[in-house]
């Protein structure tokens, strides 16, 4: 199933590159120049890896 950038929680999971990352903070910005906001994720994987990711609020994600 997938689901926009701004409709996420923290605590569900999302799959990038095939791996599976649990949502640790979330937080969603004013708009900017091109007229849509950011969304701000900080994700971890199981195994410690951690990612940081800074997409538009319409950027569709996989939910697991």
């Known amino acids: 199933m997938k689901k926009q950038a701004k409709d ?5 999971k999302i799959k990038i590159a095939g791996k599976s990352f649990l949502i640790t903070e979330f937080e969603i910005s004013d708009i900017g120049k091109q007229g849509k906001r950011k969304v701000r994720i900080v994700a971890s994987e ?4 951690k990612i940081v990711l800074i ?3 319409d950027y569709p994600f996989e939910l697991e």
């Open 8 to 12: 996420l929680k923290k605590g569900e």
């Open 46 to 49: 199981e195994t410690g890896e």
């Open 55 to 57: 997409r538009p609020e």
